[in-house]
């Protein structure tokens, strides 16, 4: 066990040196760099009319004077300390910047999550079960057309519908809280934030709820194939004491170790829906950074995101062996 | 679902004819001129000698004999028009204008073959790069194996989206720029299929007997491995394309797509950004649109999926 764990430890390294030198190069290597975009923000005169002198000097300041490799080699032991470096934009730590922004994020992301598990299992039991039944084909082809719905439409034709307008006036599609709300009691202003997330919230979970329950279907059949629930039903076991106890329980472990693999699709929703209904996470800040071109942010973005994901799938490939006894630790890479 | 999956490829084709024939179908050039007993297509060739004759002498002749024939839908995709901007759907402009008084269904016409060809070109990319990484990983396995699979693990770990958004906002958003990115990103689904498929092949006796007869490890991959590792690649490349025309109208939705005016269904649908409390046409057709080519590519994926693996269903 150990000597597995130490094994996909150091596996680790080169995976996460690629992830930084990729993110590195494709930022460094674009055109348009950041010291004339900075002073042409700062300053508000075009990048033609600035002399040599405050480039180089803007330049030193940040570092840029060096060669590439050198930069890297600075930013990489940077990192290790978490210390992305500062904003281009408003000179504040870049992880200072993400942790204020990562709790609504966060939530929005665990709510959908929780959501998609709870509907998803259901159905995907629901349809293995009766296979083929008008139940089944209805679920499997609803899901189907979810899937394909494209999430940054769903959103506008959302807020065109129930965001007031012509329409309907039911959900704000602005922020996630109401100005002044502050003197409300807590579970009003819990009310409150729960109206603001829902509609960003239900953009975020139907794709994501149509791929799991897919995959609960696949892997809850294929268990019923297996011979151990072949001997529970023919000692008399009642069907749903069947499934429930015996294949559902099977089917699950698959299902739950792919929460680490829908993280970098999470922030790529993030970016999208959030900017859509103007919420303060990360995925917006994500995209302001790249409208600013402010390297060190989108530079810890990324590789936040690789690094938690790949630490999330090394941890749910633990868990599957840990609680499936049949796979062993040789036949895994 | 075999219903539904030829129901996925009938509108298919029916957009790859939209996208051959937009000209024909959507536009301000006739389709056929017959004019100073002169016969002209304007729409294909030969407009040029057409300049300078006004549309109205156009319709009416200058002798006897003389027509011209228009597409159904007589305006062009970026032909603006002051006078109507922002007007819901009428029987002129079926699909309603947009800020500018374009309208909305000939930009739609317009832009089926911009976003099936970014779905087209984007796979083919991914799929190359896929075969290539993915068979001489198979194939050799060792070392060239553990470097592919920390290109998958890479790959698999990147916030891929907002990879491909940086790039684009850091390169210029040219169309090949969007299908090489998009291609470039999309790749491991269909590396990892073809690898796995090597890996099996490799212990086969037909692949041993041409080892053992001389033939040269790539033609051995190419005439031998890789006809039988194509068919899960097709349906890979299938979903493949629908989730390419996802990105790529995620990305002019998001204003880093084909730069305007080039009419796309992303482009069009981000317009309703900005309208959102009436233009409800801006937002249903494009993204209507959008939903029926994806939901279609979806269906016939699924449609070979169960054809070459009856155990799935």
Known sequence: MLDYILKRLLLLIPTLFGITVITFLVIQLAPG?????????????????ITKEIIEQTKKLYGLDKPIYIRYWIWLKQIFTLDFGLSYKDHRPVIKKIAERLPVTLSLNIISILLVYIMAIPLGVLS????????DRLITFSLFALYSIPSFWLAMVLIFFLGGGDFWDVFPVYGIISPGVDDYPIYAKALNFLWHITLPVVCLTYGDLAYLSRYQKGSLLEVLREDFVRTARSK???ESKVILRHALRNSLIPIITLVAAILPAMIGGSVIIESIFSIPGIGQLGFESILSRDYPVIMAISTLTAFLTLIGILISDIIYVLVDPRISFEGRR | MDR????GLIIIFTLFVVAVFDGFLAGNKPIVVRWNGGLYFPVLFRYNELEGVETVNLQQGSRKG???????????PNESDLLTVLSPPSISHPFGTDDRGRDVLSRMIHGTRISLSIGFIAVGIAALIGILLGGLSGFYGG??????????EIMMTFPVFFLILTILAFRDPSIYNIMIVIGATGWTGIARLVRGDFLKLRNYGFVEAAIALGGSDFRIMLRHMLPNALAPVLVAATFGIAGAILVESALSFLGFGVPPPT????????????YVDFAWWLVLFPGGAIFLTVTSFNLVGEGFRNAIDPKIR
């Not at chain 1, 293995?128 to 139940?135: E, I, N, T």
């Not at chain 2, 539904?4 to 129901?7: G, S």
């Open chain 1, 33 to 49: 760099n950041p010291v004339e975009r900075k002073i042409q923000i700062e300053q508000g005169v075009k990048a033609e009319a």
């Open chain 1, 128 to 135: 293995a079960v009766k296979q083929g039944s008008l139940s």
């Open chain 1, 236 to 238: 008399g076991l009642p």
């Open chain 2, 4 to 7: 539904l999956a030829l129901a």
């Open chain 2, 66 to 76: 003389d027509f011209a024939l228009y597409p159904p839908l007589s305006y062009a």
């Open chain 2, 143 to 152: 070392k060239v194996d553990f470097i592919v699979s920390r290109l998958f």
């Open chain 2, 263 to 274: 009419p796309s269904w992303g482009d069009v649908l981000s317009q309703s950004k900005r």
